[in-house]
Structure formats: C-alpha cells, structure tokens
C-alpha cells in the first residue's frame, strides 16, 4: 500500500512563496510518475503540474506557468512543489498523487493520493 503525505501548506501574503512536499513510502518510488493537484471550496479538483519518474520531464498548469516548479528527490522518496509569486487565486487544498502514467491531468488517472495541505493566499 502506497502513503502519500504532504506538508509545507499554510498562510502567506500574495507575492510570497512556500514549499509543499510529498513523502512517499515503499520502494517503487522512482517508478512512478507523480502529480500535484489542488481544490479550492465550491470546486473540482484541478491538475497543478506533474513530473516524470525520474524528474526528466514536467508540465504545469497554464495559470501556474513560471511561478510554480515541481520537482524529486527519489533518494528521499519525495516529490516537491515550489511555489512563488503566490495570489489570492492558489487559496485551495494542494493534494499530491500517483500517476497512472506521465502527462495525465484528470484526476482519475492518479490512484493514490495524500489527504492534502491548505495553501491560503492573502490579498
């Protein structure tokens, strides 16, 4: 069984940044292609930005575009999210998960998910 749990969330003002990370168990990490998603209250789950098995290859959701860089470190068995230049519009609950393969953005082709962190931007 795979546990994904997310840290780094919190509250920070618009134009700042934060760090979200993912720590991943089992042993099969570097097998697998991983994502970042979040949902803001009153909205479905969106895909933020993902990144191959071993980090040679991201996409990103258009509106976090050279703001936001995801990243791994497979010897730790985490994925990252850096976060900067964040506005009041990241405000939501940033989930990572598992991807079924590289370059899925639906949320129904990731079958493992961590319970999530809040990222609240204030204005």
């Known amino acids: 069984q795979v546990q994904l749990v997310e840290s780094g969330g919190g509250l920070v003002q618009a134009g700042g940044s934060l760090r979200l990370s993912c720590a991943a168990s089992?042993?099969?990490?570097?097998?697998?292609?991983m994502g970042w998603f979040r949902q803001a209250p009153g909205k479905e789950r969106e895909f933020v930005a993902a990144i191959s098995r071993y980090g040679g290859s991201t996409n990103y959701e258009d509106s976090v575009k050279g703001r936001f860089t995801i990243s791994r470190d497979n010897a730790k068995n985490t994925v990252y999210l850096q976060m900067n230049s964040l506005k009041p519009e990241d405000t939501a609950a940033y989930y990572c998960?598992?991807?079924?393969?590289?370059?899925?953005?639906?949320?129904?082709?990731?079958?493992?998910w961590g319970q999530g962190t809040q990222v609240t931007v204030s204005s």
């Open positions: 089992g042993r099969t990490f570097s097998s697998y292609d």
């Open positions: 998960a598992r991807a079924t393969y590289y370059g899925a953005t639906d949320p129904r082709e990731y079958n493992y």
